[in-house]
């Protein structure tokens, strides 16, 4: 018996170029075997920071925008573990760093990083729930696909890797579950939605999403020069 | 060779009894015969006149969900003629009816109006274009039936009816038009955004918007008594 | 020293008769008289379960206006208290007056149900926080004076009341506590959203609210007879 | 009489540096002494062509959150010049630059243009109509200044200067009365809807949608290297 390919791999294989671009990207590479500057992780780091609150705003609109119950409750359980658990966590992991909590307050949204969480809560407005889970998969699956790539892959710095625990985060049984949850969510949502005829408008919106998540690397790369 | 049905068919066939409800309502019978009460009909004259500003907003919301300058164009002329012609031409007719602009103004806006202008403005935020039109269509479109099966009716009466000029307004040219090209642009939209995978969501609220359009008339039936 | 009244309480103060409509509302009192019909209750359940899920979809779309971290977890943490645990507990009440999880999900929404919803959602869209926590008040802090009047009132039956434990939820101290959080948060974002100056439009909306809060009760009322 | 100063005239008061860099970037001192690559302005050309998509939706999206006719009217006064006269003359405009409807159909939208335009609309859709005016009036008002600036300028090189079209129409009557609408109903907006009181957040969005015209700019000036 073959597997039907999920929504998530077809959306994918319509650029796999920008997708290798993004998943493999310098910024990646360097976090994988060592070398990525200290000021580039730490000005992701800041970003990631603002990133965190608009996506959080993102899962919002998804609760908003939902016709079921279990929509809602599995998009505010995400709002909840965003705003609450995970934002903790990058607050605590950015004092690590020397990042203090009042650094983060008061950091500017960089235009690489306003150009994509604007974009996808536009497209989620514009849109109905499959619109929106389509501009936020380059995200969260993307980032646990990069997760397994460092984690397994033999460029990778595996002793005294300043960013190990990153990667560990990513690559560890929780982060990968989030991201097959989101890839299965896809797949309901594309079903209900009637995902196959409008296949080529939500391919284009995954591409520039995807793309947004390049000049992002792009951004940390530039700010460690 | 047989035509295939459009999708504004397909829907209406979903609930027959809803929709004769609706476009064959006392209130519609009453203007038909002139029997309605002077009463009702102005209370129906200024809920239409709230009912008209909503149902602007409701087309600009549409030019805002556009993702293609014709339909930006479709939308943006809808709302200027709406909230321009079709307006003033209201304000006038009103006036026939004695009905002041100032007293529209000051008109508060009645239960079966704001649920319907609401439910209609809400599922257009929350879906995509093919959501908002399909609930925009009872309006327009049942107000084309009403027309034509008024100035074709055999219980119409024709001489010296005080809804006579209603009744040509909407079985007229111009407005059939609106309602042919109301039920195009849904086969479009339809065929676009995957209308035959999401047909029962659709149907759904596509009976939902027809039975407010039923309290819509009984509101103003009610009002004569 | 002499507190400044609450903004929710400037509000309050714009439609008294409107207000005391709601809060005393027959419905209300057959609640605490223990008089109230069966029929009239159950179909207020049942509408009430659908009302909870807009309800919730309302709060998501509070974190997703929201611009500050503690906005979107306080919306957040709402969202998921009635997603999950309302949602539940209601169910789960459902289930004592006889009334199964099937038959809950498949509920028509009443237009009075509807119009309600719709509205807040509606003016949640068009405005910021401020006019979304105006139209929710409402409700929220309704209950809350309605449980307590309920639980002091000279006329409240104490013993063999069927709706003994609906009154006891609304004037315990957990749902006062919400009642009291939500008058405080709306000073909170009146302060920062120039609610002075807006008052008259704000005002206009919290009172369509709370005349929908009526119609919601006499539709109740109305389905016992 | 001393005049108070206009809401946009104390928004801009917070950021003098960044509104100079932004009216008098080198992309516009190079269409004022006609030294701006012509691969710069037609790539810029290409992205205001998207761009004038996306502005059509916000003025859409003001008629949408409109809660008066005459909101309702101007908004969709622009939405119709936008989407069809101004349209029409870019593509005009285009073509004697020897871009055809068809590379313009198929242009890609650059970052720069994604970062601005759907910043825009998310404030937009977020706030309220002060809101989203705010975040309008960089361009259209800015535009104007330029216009102004270039038209009297000593540096403007007024004979064979390629932009001379260019210059004549934002400097022109027609647009100049555009630009002073927009300040002014900025004024009327901001007395609505509680401007002074929401000031700094104001203040905040008004800077970074300036600063999103620079990188706009910028995105042109790049793109002729």
């Not at 950015?94 to 203090?100: H, L, P, Y």
């Not at 991201?179 to 919106?205: E, H, P, S, V, W």
Request: net charge negative.
């Amino acid at each position: 018996m073959i597997d039907r390919p999920t929504f998530f791999h077809r959306l994918k294989e319509t650029c796999p170029d920008t997708w290798e671009a993004y998943t493999h990207h310098p910024f990646v590479a360097g976090l994988g075997n060592g070398t990525l500057s200290k000021a580039s992780f730490c000005y992701y780091l800041k970003q990631d920071y603002i990133f965190l609150i608009h996506f959080s705003r993102a899962h919002a609109l998804a609760a908003f925008k939902a016709d079921r119950i279990e929509d809602i409750r599995d998009a505010a359980a995400t709002v909840s573990a965003l705003a609450n658990y995970e934002m903790k966590l990058h607050i605590d992991y950015c004092k690590e760093w020397g990042i203090t909590e009042t650094v983060l307050a008061n950091t500017k949204e960089a235009p690489a990083n306003l150009a994509y969480t604007r974009f996808v809560l536009e497209r989620g407005m514009v849109g109905d729930l499959l619109d929106l889970q389509v501009v936020l998969l380059p995200c969260i699956v993307g980032y646990a696909e990069i997760g397994s790539w460092l984690a397994e892959g033999l460029s990778t710095q595996r002793l005294n890797n300043p960013y190990k625990r990153w990667i560990d985060m990513y690559s560890g049984e929780e982060y990968q579950a989030i991201g097959q949850a989101a890839i299965k969510k896809l797949d309901d949502l594309a079903m209900r939605y009637g995902g196959d005829t409008r296949f080529d408008a939500l391919a284009a919106n995954f591409q520039i999403a995807t793309q947004l998540e390049i000049n992002f690397w792009q951004m940390g790369l530039g700010a460690g020069k």
